[in-house]
């Protein structure tokens, strides 16, 4: 399994941004996408953004055009910029890394956005 650890959460007012940082240990040779879910209290885990071997990236719906997903070419970090958030974004994310042999979760990072 890859390790994953989170780090960049953290409480922030609405129209501000925040980024998420994933660093990865461990067996990165086999990552063929990674990116990030987010999962507010009660309810499901969501797609928030994707990035693949070949560069492209996916978003969910809700935050298209607001956040952006990078990572290094050797899988060392997977950065998530997230701009204008809302409160809606409140919730705690999680990065993960996957292989032909499955996927790897990090532990996640709460994103809270108040005024």
């Known amino acids: 399994q890859v390790q994953l650890v989170e780090s960049g959460g953290g409480l922030v007012e609405p129209g501000e941004s925040l980024r998420l940082s994933c660093s990865t240990s461990?067996?990165?040779?086999?990552?063929?996408?990674m990116g990030w879910y987010r999962q507010a209290p009660g309810q499901e885990r969501d797609l928030v953004a994707t990035?693949?071997?070949?560069?492209?990236?996916n978003y969910g719906d809700s935050v298209n055009g607001r956040f952006s997903v990078s990572r290094d070419a050797a899988w060392n970090t997977v950065t998530l910029q997230m701009n204008n958030l809302k409160p809606e974004d409140t919730a705690v994310y999680y990065c993960?890394?996957?292989?032909?042999?499955?996927?790897?979760w990090g532990r996640g990072a709460q994103v809270t956005v108040s005024s």
């Open positions: 993960y890394a996957r292989t032909p042999w499955g996927d790897s």
């Open positions: 990035i693949r071997s070949n560069g492209l990236t």
């Open positions: 461990r067996n990165r040779a086999g990552i063929v996408a």
